[in-house]
Each structure stands twice: as structure tokens, then as C-alpha cells.
């Protein structure tokens, strides 16, 4: 006799099924990143969701971040760190640092983790191949003391400048997961830091991706009175930043989502990355997990 949770289990199925065949050959960017990343059952769980899509026909291409890592990795080596304007400012020695950690332990171990559940990984940084050009970045801060607005030298910080897609398409086109490191080169050579969820929407904007994924720390948007906000438009992110709303940190990543959207791509998600199963809930049932921002 079939028990009860077998047929839950066959039900769930059953009413995934549409969202597989609406996502099959699709091109799904992740940008997979916060607290998420440092918790072993959510890692494995994480890499399981990726196998899962690349199994269903979907094209995940997984963009990561590191910041805390990065952060742990500065202290231990008695390096100080410092930020602008959300940025970290990033001399010689800590671009090194960065690069050592994001396309060194970081990529490998979430490449590790998938490849271990059935999956075929591959890391690279935008580095690789030509992947990304980037341009210097610099910010305009407003010094608190003099009121006076100055421009910030953040170093070896950089923004994307030009996308080769073609490392992607060989990738994706041979069944591979690409998980990537943002990191760029400039037109003279030097290496860049790049924002990971900056990086991840300009990958997406580049392929015209059907979804960009934000996994982050938080359910997703909130209002005011901190409820959960299930959809958004592009209007009402740009009011809610004005109104102050959208605060801090959330402010770069639905910038971020305005601009990928702007170039072409379908929907923008931002949800939370400790939620077990996320990027499947996401996409494969009725009701989602997370904010979707759209046109």
C-alpha cells in the first residue's frame, strides 16, 4: 500500500512538472552568495537544486560571492580592510588576497559540492577565456565632517565593461555548470574585484537570461511596516528607493535588478538563500519564495 507521504511526494512532483517543461532550455543565472554559503547542509542542498535544473533541461550558470571569506581571510593576515560607499577598497595587495579566495577556495569548493551530487561543474572567473572586461570604479561619498562631497579611489575595484558569451555557450552547450568568480581583467591587464550581484546581472543581461536568482540573507523586499513584498515593479523600486523604503545594502542589489531587467532579461528574483531549496521553490512551484521584480 502507498503511504501517504509517497503520494505527497508524487503530488509535488506532478505539480512541478509544468514549471520543468516552461524553464527546459532556458538560461537561469544565480547569484549565490550570504550566510548560505558557509552552512554545510545548505551548501549541499544548494548544489542538489543546481543538478536538479541542469537534470530538468534548465541552464544554470552560477555566479558566487565572498565577502565574509574574504573578510576572515584579511584578518588572519593582519591586513586592514576598508569600505566606500558598500564597495571594499581594494589595493595591490588585498586584490591578491581576493583573488586567491574567491577564484581559489570559494569556487572550488561549491564546484566540489555540485560535482559530488551528480552534477559537472566547472570554475572559471571572468578572467578566464576573456570572460569579462572591466572599467575602474570610483564614488562620490559625502564626508560627514565638511559635508563636502569627494571622489573615492576604491583601487582594484571595477565594474563590467564588455562580456566575451562564447566561454558560456561552449560551457552550457556541453552540459557543464559554469560557477563563476567575478573577477575581470582591465584592457591594461590589471585584475578586478567585481560586485558579485553586479557581475551575475550583467551575465544575465549579456545572455538574456529567462531569470536572475539573488540568493541573499533576507526573505526579499519589505515594506515599510517590514512585511514581504511577493512582486515589485520597477516604478515601485524606484519610489520605495526615493521614499527610503528600499535602505543600505538593499539599495545596490534592486539597482542591480532595474538595470539587468532593463537589458532584456524576463524577471529578477531576490530571495533568501537560507531557506533550504530556494532556487527550486523558486521556480518550480505555483507561488515562488522570493520578490520578483519586473518590468
Known sequence: MTSDKSQDKARILAEALPYMQLYADRTIVIKYGGHAMGDEG????????????????VRPIIVHGGGPQIGAML???????????????????????????????????IVAAINKVGGRAVGISGK????????????????????????????????????????????????LIPVIA???????????????????????????????????DVPGVLDRSGKFLKTLSVAECQQMIFDGTIHGGMIPKVETCIQTLEQGVKGVVILDGKVPHAVLLELFTEHGSGTMIYQ
Open 128 to 175: 578566464d577565456a576573456g570572460l569579462m572586461t572591466a572599467r575602474k570604479v570610483t564614488r562620490t561619498i559625502v564626508d560627514p565632517d565638511s559635508n563636502i562631497e569627494k571622489i573615492v579611489d576604491l583601487g582594484f575595484v571595477g565594474e563590467p565593461d564588455n562580456i566575451n558569451r562564447e566561454v558560456l555557450d561552449i560551457l552550457t552547450g556541453s552540459d
Open 75 to 109: 584578518d588572519r593576515l593582519n591586513i586592514k580592510s576598508e569600505f566606500a560607499a558598500g564597495l571594499r577598497i581594494t589595493d595591490q595587495q588585498t586584490v591578491e588576497i581576493v583573488e586567491m579566495v574567491l577564484a581559489g577556495s570559494i569556487n572550488k569548493q
Open 182 to 216: 567575478p573577477l575581470a581583467t582591465s584592457v591594461e591587464g590589471d585584475t578586478y574585484n567585481v560586485n558579485a550581484d553586479t557581475f551575475a546581472g550583467a551575465i544575465a543581461g549579456k545572455l538574456g537570461a529567462d531569470r536572475l536568482l539573488l540568493l541573499t
Open 42 to 57: 545548505l551548501a549541499e542542498s544548494f548544489a542538489r537544486d543546481v543538478v536538479m535544473l541542469r537534470q530538468s533541461g
